[in-house]
């Protein structure tokens, strides 16, 4: 196990040529974060899974995600980043969708269920960029809370939010709950 403080330092030192999305993949495998060095970092809502941003610069951002049992994504992308996750505690389903048929400019978009995967403790994922709509998903049935680690790489801040009912895509623009440990301006949990 390594603090939240080591995982950051241990990625920033990744040269910009190593920055893979494997070589990421690999080094959050091989570093579980101990979930006592992120308790300042962790915000909790009955309404919403919690964006709670811990490190960011021009190269990537990490963020944990705090969900209570039964909350889930929008399906959504990630901008054409790269995006690697790492389970802290409780478990998450994965759900990867593909584009059946699209008209972005007109806002319409028919996606299909392909691929899941289940994420437990110090397990790790990566979004594949060949396949990056996805949505991620705390089951009642898991019965407990879950807490991940998300890394992006590039930072963003809008992403393609897609409807299922209505077959309907748009572009949103995402907001941290809190910020270093700090909630932020106009959040209420």
């Excluded at 920033?12 to 040529?17: N, W």
């Excluded at 209570?68 to 929008?74: A, I, M, T």
């Excluded at 994420?119 to 991940?148: G, M, Y």
């Amino acid at each position: 196990m390594v603090s939240i403080d080591e995982l950051v330092e241990g990625m920033r030192a990744i040269a910009d040529s190593e920055f893979t999305t494997d070589n990421i993949y690999g080094f959050l495998a091989a570093n579980p974060v101990d979930v006592k060095s992120l308790e300042r970092y962790l915000f909790w809502s009955e309404k919403f899974y919690t964006r709670n941003l811990i490190y960011k610069d021009d190269r990537f951002e990490v963020m944990a995600l705090c969900w209570e049992s039964g909350q889930v994504s929008r399906v959504h992308d990630h901008s054409d980043q790269k995006c690697w996750m790492s389970m802290v505690e409780g478990t998450l389903k994965g759900q990867n969708f593909g584009i059946v048929e699209a008209d972005f400019e007109k806002g319409s978009c028919r996606l299909e269920e392909t691929t899941s995967f289940l994420l437990t403790d110090s397990d790790a994922a990566k979004v594949e960029l060949e396949e990056p709509i996805h949505q991620i998903l705390n089951l009642k049935d898991f019965d407990c809370r879950a807490i991940s680690l998300h890394v992006y790489s590039k930072p963003f801040d809008t992403c393609l939010s897609f409807c299922r009912e209505t077959n309907t895509v748009k572009e949103v623009r995402l907001h941290y709950t809190s910020v270093e440990g700090r909630l932020c301006e106009g959040i209420s949990l």
